[in-house]
């Protein structure tokens, strides 16, 4: 069994971005979607400013007990007509980085997602994977996620 670190989580700052940005391209998909250059693209910095604003969307990191960086997620609260006037959580990019995957701390991450999602009166949580992404599938199972729906995207 694997050890589990406990992480602190908390809202990101701007100083993060670089290093969140790292993370959503340390994979063959994400390294084909982002621009990790010296300085970051203006782009990245302007969907942070208006994440921080929308008092909807939680854009979290995980702090390992040194005070590093080493997960993020982003929580969207949607209200919505369906299922009685129902808001959801929607959990999205979710990472830890490589070389410290295993420790729990996408686990903490998520959970701690559900919490704050229940606690904001939603009646329930949803994410997407990517269909290649078979260890991540077995990943939100884990947690009790069922494959319920197809997801579907329309790039621009």
């Known amino acids: 069994m694997t050890a ?7 809202r990101a700052r701007r100083g993060d971005v670089g290093i969140i940005v790292g993370m959503l391209a340390d994979d063959p998909l ?7 250059e010296d300085p970051l693209p203006p782009s990245y910095f302007a969907a942070f400013d208006a994440l921080e604003s929308d008092p909807n969307i939680n854009l979290v990191v995980a702090e390992d007990a040194d005070g590093t960086v080493v997960g993020c997620l982003q ?4 209200p919505g007509l ?10 999205e990019d979710v990472r830890v980085a490589a070389h ?22 939603c009646k329930l949580v949803e994410l997407l994977t990517h269909h290649s992404r078979v260890d991540a599938q077995r ?16 790039r621009f």
Do not use: N
């Open 30 to 36: 994400g390294s084909a979607r982002e621009r990790l």
């Open 75 to 78: 929580l969207c609260i949607l």
């Open 100 to 121: 410290c995957r295993s420790r729990g701390i996408g686990e903490q991450l998520v959970r701690w997602a559900v919490a704050q999602a229940r606690a904001k009166g």
């Open 4 to 10: 589990i670190s406990p992480v602190t989580i908390r």
């Open 82 to 91: 369906s299922s009685q006037g129902a808001s959801r959580g929607l959990i």
């Open 139 to 154: 990943f939100y199972e884990g947690l009790g996620f069922q494959p319920s729906h197809v997801g579907m995207t329309l």
